[in-house]
């Protein structure tokens, strides 16, 4: 629900919930594995690319900014198993 306070937000802006939401994109293989320090409170390009892609897997505007519909696609309950796999030997035990 903290990714409610992020509706709207695109890049160049920053908010304290960025980091959550960039360790949430990167546990499901939209973001590449940075160590939890890279994780800064600035909405980069990176994370908009990562956005988008997240926006394209679920069929949605794909804009890069956190409109309502990407935010309440956020916050649906999930199972942990990425969407991305990007490690071969992971992927012929998905």
Known sequence: A???QLSGYGKGQSHKVLPSLK?????????DTVDDTGFSLVFDEDLEAAVQKYQVF???N???????????QLIKPRCGVPDIIKDPARAKFH
């Open 2 to 4: 903290e990714f409610l």
């Open 23 to 31: 360790r949430y994109l990167q546990h499901f293989g939209y973001l």
């Open 58 to 60: 679920f069929s949605l």
């Open 62 to 72: 794909a804009t890069g900014i956190l409109d309502t519909a990407t935010v309440h």
